[in-house]
């Protein structure tokens, strides 16, 4: 089988080519994104995706191809219905980052309740103000206080498996959890009932009055039709002027002229995202196409490069779930995680 891997990160190469060889698979090809995709995709009958879009265009250029797999949970970059109809299968990741998703959202939320930002700015600037008897860095008081997250309100968006390590952890923080998620009281064969961990748990009918109670809104919802833009102008206006979101989910999950509108007029306090609008644009792991994006020169705006996911611990799960995938195609089995089930051999 000719295997395609559309991915950025070496790490993920380094481990995955080493278990592809284990098993067997050899006949695979490192895509470089700095040259044109299509005639690099050509033959492939697997493509193991962890950037871009993969549309129409791309998949009839590709007339062998059996197989998209995903190196995350996300398949808004992929023509599922179009993939179904041309009998190709897709796969994803399902749960192999929870855990470090989760721990880089309660990294981001204490970022902003520290205000790290601000005190690395003005240390830098040398605008901190200093206790003059000793000069001591112990005594040097930054002109911008932080704050505790013990006892403020947490609303997450998406009680998913993140969504879920999210609330386990912020539970131990002595926060108190809001979980606004689809269909919250359905509960899945051997799946753990979503409200021990949670204060409160509702649908979007509860989603305007948890917003407007809210210290911190975590989005772990996925992208899709429905939840795009789902954080608009009219939620960001709900929410408290000492309020903070935070999105490692997708970036367009919220409508950025509005964020931008809130932030610059201080409407709520600040964001820290994992995601941008543009990174599936830009052949290099920056997180935007436009570094000079007004978004980005806000100093109530955190930006990490969507690391959040990328663990020694996650990345070697990903490539396990990934070679297994691709050893059961090998002897005409399903993906394991496949997405369009419908599909069968």
Not at 162 to 174: D, N
Not at 297 to 326: C, M, Q, Y
Request: proline share 5%; aromatic share 6%; with cysteine.
């Amino acid at each position: 089988m000719k295997v395609k891997l559309l991915t950025r990160s070496p790490q993920l190469h380094g481990i995955l080519t080493s278990k592809l060889d284990q098993i067997g698979l050899t006949d695979f090809t490192i895509v470089d994104h700095r040259q044109p995709l299509l005639p690099q995709l050509a033959d492939a009958e697997i493509i193991v995706n962890g950037f871009g879009n993969i549309g129409k265009t791309i998949i009839d250029k590709c007339p062998n191809l059996r197989l998209i797999q995903q190196t995350g949970i996300g398949i808004d970059n992929v023509d599922v219905s179009y993939c179904t109809s041309k009998s190709i299968l897709v796969a994803n990741i399902p749960l192999a980052n929870a855990v470090s998703v989760a721990e880089h959202t309660i990294f981001l939320m204490l970022y902003l309740a520290k205000n790290i930002k601000g005190k690395i700015s003005t240390s830098v600037n040398g605008n901190d103000d200093v206790i003059p008897s000793s000069g001591l860095l112990s005594e040097r008081i930054p002109n911008t206080l932080g704050s505790e997250i013990q006892g403020k309100i947490l609303v997450i968006i998406g009680l998913g498996a993140t969504g879920l390590e999210v609330a386990k952890r912020a539970k131990s923080f002595g926060m108190n959890v809001i979980a606004v998620t689809k269909s919250p009281f359905l509960k899945k064969p051997g799946e753990v009932d979503k409200a021990y961990y949670v204060n409160s748990l509702g649908g979007s009918e509860i989603l305007s009055e948890s917003l407007s109670r809210a210290d911190y809104v975590s989005l772990h919802t996925s992208l899709t039709e429905e939840t795009k833009n789902m954080i608009g102008a009219r939620e960001l206006a709900l929410m408290r002027k000492s309020a903070f979101l935070v999105n490692v989910a997708r970036a367009p999950i919220v409508d950025k002229e509005a964020l931008f509108t809130a932030l610059s007029t201080n409407k709520i306090s600040g964001a820290a995202f994992d995601v941008f609008w543009d990174e599936d644009k830009t052949p290099t792991i920056s997180p935007s196409s436009d570094p000079n994006d007004k978004l980005l020169k806000l100093p109530n705006f955190i930006l990490t490069p969507h690391i959040a996911g990328w663990t020694t611990e996650s990345v070697d799960t990903i490539a396990r779930i990934i070679a297994t995938n691709l050893e059961r195609i090998s002897q005409g089995q399903l993906p394991l995680t496949i997405v369009n089930a419908e599909l069968t051999y």
